[in-house]
């Protein structure tokens, strides 16, 4: 059975490879400048994506904080630096913020148990 996050993957690269195929110049653009902001610069790309979740966070839109949580995963963020990160959005967002740490800490949870399993098969293949 495919998880939300199997779900949100396969949704994601799906519409954005329909997107893309339109040829439309300035989406082609816009989604270009949105990768390259995200990428090491004078701030590390761990930090920025920390910054866009917090910002996802407070704008209020899951499908980006999942994208954030899974790319900061990927950064090899700590539970103890997201739970950090989703208080700051707390600040910046106030209570409005809530549903939406709920939110991202069901699918922090589903993204480390994939990381878990992943390991796992990691392991068991260089047996």
Not at 39 to 67: F, H, Q, W
Request: charged fraction near 30%; glycine fraction near 4%; charge should be neutral.
């Amino acid at each position: 059975m495919p998880t939300k996050l199997d779900a949100f993957n396969e949704f994601r690269s799906r519409m954005n490879e329909k997107i893309l195929a339109s040829e439309n110049l300035q989406i082609k653009r816009f989604f270009a400048l949105d990768t390259q902001a995200y990428i090491d610069g004078a701030l590390p790309a761990k930090t920025k994506e920390l910054m866009g979740l917090v910002a996802s966070m407070v704008l209020r839109c899951n499908d980006c904080i999942t994208y954030h949580l899974i790319q900061c995963a990927e950064l090899e963020t700590t539970d103890e630096e997201f739970f950090e990160v989703f208080n700051v959005a707390l600040i910046v967002g106030g209570s409005i913020v809530i549903p939406h740490l709920r939110v991202a800490v069901d699918m922090l949870e589903e993204i480390r148990s994939a990381q878990k399993k992943k390991q796992k098969k990691t392991k068991a293949s260089q047996k």
